[in-house]
């Protein structure tokens, strides 16, 4: 079955880092355009979608469906697969959702479910344990991180310019046929700078809000970003009326809190701009349309990469994140990663910019709600 990262440690002694935005708290029926949006400022996730996709506004919904209906068909290949599954791609261009197995055995099982089928040696299984015996040993310099590539069945090793991943995986012992270097001038660093997306702040910085959550007794509150704050951090609304508290932080390891609202912040089902409540938090495969809402830059959209990415960032190594092309910039940290209507995780950092484009990370939402007994609010 598909893994699922753990968040692997809970918010004593965590640090919170310094790249959070300093500032002081403070469809009806129309034509369909023949191109794609223009570039410019998205409001909306669908806005979001036509530009950096270059799709028409019918064919960012028609994206959405063929998605959702994927994602059904995803639950139930998954089951039909069952200790043969390897991992599930979603491709955005033919609609097409494909199931790796490890066993020919299951071929027949899955495609019966409607998704297409391929044979892979490792699956997710096999390269989560490859990345498990990379996460055990020492990084030397130059190492940036590495993730699991399940179209190529093999696991990607991220290295600077120059530098070399040889020491990594002799003293990993890993099988070198497994993995697969590639360097890379970009450095991850964090994205630091209740409705998903808003701006949130904390002393002097500014973070984006992921997702409203109740806790085990019912309490309004919202998840995102552990390098946001520590135990105990104070946190207050855009609008300075609504405040509340750190309960939960986890950083580095990975990269999680739980803010807890104490007083005039109201739990709601929206994510800024979005088009449709969220709903649920179904995991999107491989290969989805994804979209991202932060208080910086707005709605941003692109493809989900990979999963179970180890990043090693100036201020500490995070595990088990979710690898995007999506853009984000510093003040976007622990906003929404949204798909269609399902909740994907919150918004940890990664490279680039929203003028040059780049690579941003998020942790998954699942993980998040059930280590600290938390319900996604939806509707």
């Known amino acids: 079955m ?5 968040i692997s440690a809970f918010g004593t002694g965590v640090l919170a880092f310094g790249l ?52 059904e068909i995803d639950a139930e290949a998954v089951q039909a697969a069952g200790d043969a599954y390897g991992g599930s ?9 494909t199931i790796l197995v490890t066993d020919t055995g299951a071929v027949d099982a899955v495609e019966a479910t409607g ?5 892979v040696s490792y699956g997710t299984e096999g390269l989560a344990e490859v990345v498990d015996d990379l996460n055990a040993a020492d990084a030397p310099e130059g190492v940036l991180g590495w993730y699991p590539d399940v179209e190529s069945d093999t696991v990607v090793i991220q290295v600077a310019e120059g530098a070399s991943a040889d ?16 360097e890379t001038g970009e450095t991850p660093q964090l994205f630091a700078d209740i409705v998903g997306g808003e701006a949130y702040y904390m002393g002097g910085g500014r973070c984006s809000v992921g997702f409203a959550v109740t806790d085990a007794s019912g309490a309004d509150g919202f998840v995102t970003a552990g390098h946001c704050g520590t135990v105990g951090t104070s946190a207050e609304s855009s609008d300075g009326s609504g405040s509340g508290v750190f309960e939960e932080s986890v950083f580095p390891g990975n990269d999680g809190a739980f803010v807890a609202a104490t007083s005039n912040w109201n739990a709601t089902n929206r994510v800024e701009g979005s088009s449709s409540n969220v709903s649920g938090s179904t995991q999107a495969p491989v290969g989805s349309a994804i979209c991202r809402s932060g208080s910086t830059t707005g709605w941003h959209c692109g493809t989900i990469e990979a999963r179970g990415q180890t990043v090693s960032y100036p201020e500490g190594t995070v595990q088990d994140l979710t690898r995007t092309d999506v ?13 269609g209507s399902q909740a994907q995780g919150v918004t940890s950092g990664g490279s680039g910019n929203c003028s040059s484009g780049g690579t941003t990370y998020y942790q998954e939402v699942g993980p998040l709600l059930s280590s600290w007994g938390l319900s996604l609010v939806t509707g």
Do not use: H, K, N, Y
């Open 2 to 6: 598909r893994p699922s990262p753990v």
């Open 20 to 71: 959070a935005f300093s500032v002081a708290p403070g469809a009806s029926a129309a034509a369909v355009p023949a191109e794609p949006a223009p570039d410019g400022e998205a409001t909306t996730m669908l806005e979001a979608l036509e530009r950096d996709l270059g799709l028409t506004p019918l064919g960012a919904e028609e994206l959405l469906d063929a998605q959702e209906t994927a994602f």
């Open 89 to 97: 791609l979603f491709d955005a261009e033919s609609r097409t959702l």
């Open 115 to 119: 998704a297409e089928t391929a044979l």
């Open 167 to 182: 020491g990594l995986i002799e003293s990993a012992g890993v099988d070198a046929s497994a993995v697969e270097v590639q």
């Open 327 to 339: 853009c984000a910039e510093p003040g976007d940290s622990g906003g929404s990663f949204i798909s």
